[in-house]
């Protein structure tokens, strides 16, 4: 949070007027019993009064009655120039005061003025050429400061930029290379036998967010329709309760929603300031959409709002989190604010265990133990595919993949990606689509514990949404899979 810069002391608008603003930020220190004389000189400067208490020694600005508040000693030390006895009483308590500053601070005093003349003018006239030699003393003083903290100014702002660009570049490279995964922290799953929250046609779901607001980046509702709605628009949106900012919206055609989690992703984190997050949903449609309940708060703050009604119950959610203000990959199946324009998504082992088996549709496929790569056993006399249904999403121009053969006595085996319209007619298990060869990549072959990359660079970016196969393959002459281990891992999806 700022905080804006407070004057050091204010004067009333007598004093101003006296003349005492012309230099605000100067001042002399005067000893009580002196204080009558010394505004009799009308100087330039703000003058503080001097006293004795209990504790030490009092600084109190003169607003011209001899009231004001107290300063603290180090107020005092930013705007005090000089020390002005002008009786044997008042520089008997200025130097009972020089004893004190010394004491509390470490450094001498302001220099004391030696006042000459003994009527009001000559001894106003002196005072004023102190001034104006220590002023310019000051002045050029101030000067070199100046030129000295702008050199050094310049220095930090250098070093903030260098600093700032290698952050940048470190999450940029971590971004693009480094496996990164969403953190699920919260997880409040649906409650067997809850009715779900129905939306109606115009009717808005209000639920304020359990947990801290640093670091979230993904929020999860669960749809309970068994068959998805025939018509309409799912919006979503996240807000700060303290300001009515809105951090994002959402919309998902409602022929879309299917039984389960719905990943509604921010293409970079929240930053570290807390804020109290509010999540609203809405349904326009001639349908209904049916949000899962979860556990019942007993705090009345966390209950869900429908309308002018609340409910004990939470909706199910799961909230996910990543580096305050960073950016990561996400998930193929997230979907992306209004407006977003995050470019890479990434499928990762949760996801990739989606993926059904090419020669048998009733299969899902396994990891790797141990690994979150999808093992995809490569074959004899035939191919061997994984199917990962509509994850290539409209945009997407290139997609590539880990690859890996993970056991030492393995064949060569060979690699590739492939794409096909979700919408086509899916061939039969064992059949291989016609893929178009702008939608096929080359075959890549690798030595057993190879680490290697099958990429697919489009000509054009996706105008529909496709299924992914990742197919394997032994290289020519080669007859035997055994401990062919094939591995795809990290499939990533640049739009």
């Known amino acids: ?47 503080i009064e001097v006293s004795r208490s209990q504790d030490g020694i009092t600084f109190r600005p003169d607003a011209g009655t001899g009231a004001g508040t107290d300063l603290a000693l180090a107020q005092v030390m930013l705007v005090a120039i000089g020390c ?3 009786s044997s009483r008042g520089r008997d308590e200025l130097a009972r005061m020089g004893a004190f500053w010394e004491e509390r601070t470490g450094g001498p005093a302001p220099q004391s003025l030696a006042v000459r003349g003994e009527d009001l003018p000559s001894r106003r006239l002196a005072v004023l050429e102190w001034l104006v030699l220590q002023m310019s003393d000051e ?17 930090l702002r250098r070093q903030h930029e260098e600093t700032q660009a290698g952050f940048r570049d470190l999450e940029m490279f971590l971004y693009r290379n480094v496996s990164q995964k969403r953190m699920l922290d919260i997880t409040l799953s649906p409650i067997a036998g809850q009715l779900p929250l129905t939306l109606r046609g115009g009717a808005q779901l209000v639920q304020r967010l359990p947990g801290a607001s640093a670091g979230l980046s993904d929020i999860s509702i669960h749809i309970a329709n068994e068959t998805p709605p025939a018509d309409g628009i799912l919006h979503a949106s996240l807000s ?13 055609p409602a022929n879309t929603l299917r039984h389960g989690w719905l990943r509604l992703s921010l293409e970079r984190a929240l930053g570290p300031d807390a804020v109290t997050l509010v999540l609203s949903v809405s349904y326009q449609g001639s349908s209904t959409v049916k949000l899962s309940n979860s556990v019942q708060h ?14 004990p119950n939470v ?3 799961q909230i996910w989190r990543w580096i305050a203000g960073a950016s990561a990959p996400l998930a193929a199946t997230a979907i992306l604010p209004v407006g977003g324009k995050n470019r890479l998504r990434r499928v990762l082992g949760e996801t990739l265990t989606t993926a059904r088996d090419m020669n048998d549709s009733n299969q899902m496929l396994r990891l790797q133990p141990n690994t979150s790569a999808l093992l995809v056993h490569v074959l004899e006399e035939r191919l061997a595919g994984a199917i990962l249904s509509g994850v290539a999403l409209p945009g997407a121009r290139h997609v590539y993949a ?25 061939p039969h298990d064992g059949e291989v689509p016609a893929f178009r060869p702008q939608f096929a990549s080359d075959w890549i072959r690798l030595a ?29 002459g080669v007859l035997n899979n055994h401990f062919g281990w094939s591995t795809f891992a990290n499939l990533t999806l640049q739009y």
């Open 139 to 155: 002045r050029q003083t101030a000067a070199v400061r100046s030129t000295r903290l702008m050199r050094e100014l310049g220095l």
């Open 402 to 426: 880990d690859v890996r053969t993970y056991h030492a006595d393995a064949p060569p085996v060979e690699y590739q990606i492939a794409l096909a319209p979700h919408s086509a007619h899916r």
């Open 448 to 476: 057993p514990q190879e680490d290697g990359q099958v990429h697919l660079i489009l000509p054009e970016p996706l105008d529909q949404p496709c299924d992914v196969y990742m197919l394997t393959r032994l290289p020519k």
């Open 1 to 47: 949070m700022k905080h804006q810069s407070q004057p050091l002391f204010s004067l009333d608008r007598e004093s101003t007027a006296s003349g005492l603003r012309a230099a605000a930020s100067s001042a002399l220190l005067v000893a009580s019993a002196d204080m009558a004389e010394a505004r009799s000189l009308a100087l330039p400067v703000t003058l």
């Open 84 to 86: 002005l006895p002008l």
């Open 298 to 311: 007993p705090e009345q703050r966390f209950w869900a709002q429908m309308g002018d009604h609340s409910t």
């Open 315 to 317: 909706p199910a959610l």
């Open 240 to 252: 700060s309760l303290e300001g009515g900012d809105t951090l994002a919206i959402w919309e998902v």
